[in-house]
C-alpha cells in the first residue's frame, strides 16, 4: 500500500499560468481533503470530496480555485491564474469514511511557489 | 465555531529528557476527537496519537502521552525519554463526533520541539 501520494513534490509557476496538484488517496479510500499551510501557519481546510462528489468546499477561495475526485484517477486541486499568495504547502489526506474516529492518512504535500 | 490553541512557538527538550506541549481548544459540543500530528523536515504530517472524548483515560503511544482534561477543554501532548528524531512541528487538531459534519480537522498554529543531544 502506497499511502497517499501527491505530485509534483515541488511545483513552480509564473503568475497568472495554472497549477493542478495531484492526490492519489489510499487504496480503498474514497473521501479526500485538501488542506493548505502557509508560511509559519497551521493547515487550513480547503475542500472535502467524495467519488464525483464535492460534498463542502467552505474553505475554497470563491474564485480561481476548484477541485475534482472523478470516478477513476487522481483528486486535482486547480489553482488558475495563480498569485503570489498562493505559495503555500498544499496538502491532502484520504479517509474510508467509514465512521472513522482516525485521523486520516496525509501525502507528503506539494509545495507551490508563485514567481 | 472551534477553535485549537497552541501557546507555545516552540519548546526544547535534552535527550532522554521529558516534555510537555500544550493545546487548549473551544467547542460547545460533546462528541469529538483530539489528535497531535507531527511534521518533520521532510513535511509528511505523521498521526502521533488520538483521543475520543468520550473516553476518560488518556491516549497513550509508546513514549507519547496525552493529558486530557475534557472541563478545562485541554489536551496536551507529554514525550518521555525525548529522542533526536522527536525534533518536528508538533499540531494539535480537532474533529467533530458529529456525523452531520465533514470531519474536517481544525488545527492549531504548531509547535517546533528542538531535541539537544
Known amino acids: 500500500n502506497a499511502g497517499v501520494m501527491q505530485n509534483p513534490r515541488h511545483l513552480v509557476r509564473r503568475r497568472g499560468q495554472e497549477a493542478r496538484l495531484r492526490c492519489s488517496p489510499m487504496?480503498?479510500?474514497?473521501?479526500v481533503y485538501w488542506y493548505r499551510q502557509l508560511p509559519e501557519e497551521g493547515l487550513k481546510f480547503m475542500v472535502y470530496l467524495q467519488k464525483e462528489n464535492i460534498i463542502d468546499e467552505s474553505g475554497m477561495p470563491k474564485e480561481r480555485f476548484s477541485a475534482e475526485f472523478p470516478k477513476e484517477g487522481p483528486s486535482i486541486l486547480r489553482i488558475q491564474q495563480v498569485v503570489r499568495g498562493d505559495s503555500a504547502a498544499y496538502f491532502c489526506?484520504?479517509?474510508?469514511?467509514?465512521?472513522?474516529?482516525?485521523?486520516?492518512?496525509f501525502g507528503s504535500g506539494t509545495r507551490l511557489t508563485v514567481v | 465555531a472551534q477553535t485549537v490553541t497552541q501557546s507555545q512557538p516552540e519548546m526544547s527538550v535534552q535527550e532522554a529528557e521529558t516534555v510537555t506541549l500544550s493545546c487548549t481548544y473551544d467547542?460547545?459540543?460533546?462528541?469529538?476527537?483530539l489528535f497531535w500530528y507531527k511534521q518533520p523536515p521532510s513535511r509528511q504530517m505523521i498521526l502521533v496519537i488520538r483521543q475520543e472524548a468520550y473516553k476518560q483515560q488518556n491516549a497513550t503511544e509508546n513514549r507519547f502521552s496525552v493529558n486530557f482534561q475534557k472541563a478545562a477543554k485541554s489536551f496536551s501532548l507529554k514525550i518521555s525519554d525525548s529522542q533526536l528524531g522527536d525534533a518536528a512541528m508538533y499540531f494539535c487538531a480537532y474533529r467533530s463526533g458529529n456525523a452531520g459534519n465533514n470531519r474536517k480537522l481544525i488545527w492549531g498554529l504548531g509547535t517546533s520541539l528542538a531535541v539537544n543531544p
Open positions: 487504496k480503498g479510500h474514497s473521501h
Open positions: 489526506a484520504s479517509s474510508t469514511g467509514q465512521g472513522t474516529s482516525y485521523g486520516y492518512t
Open positions: 467547542t460547545s459540543e460533546s462528541d469529538y476527537y
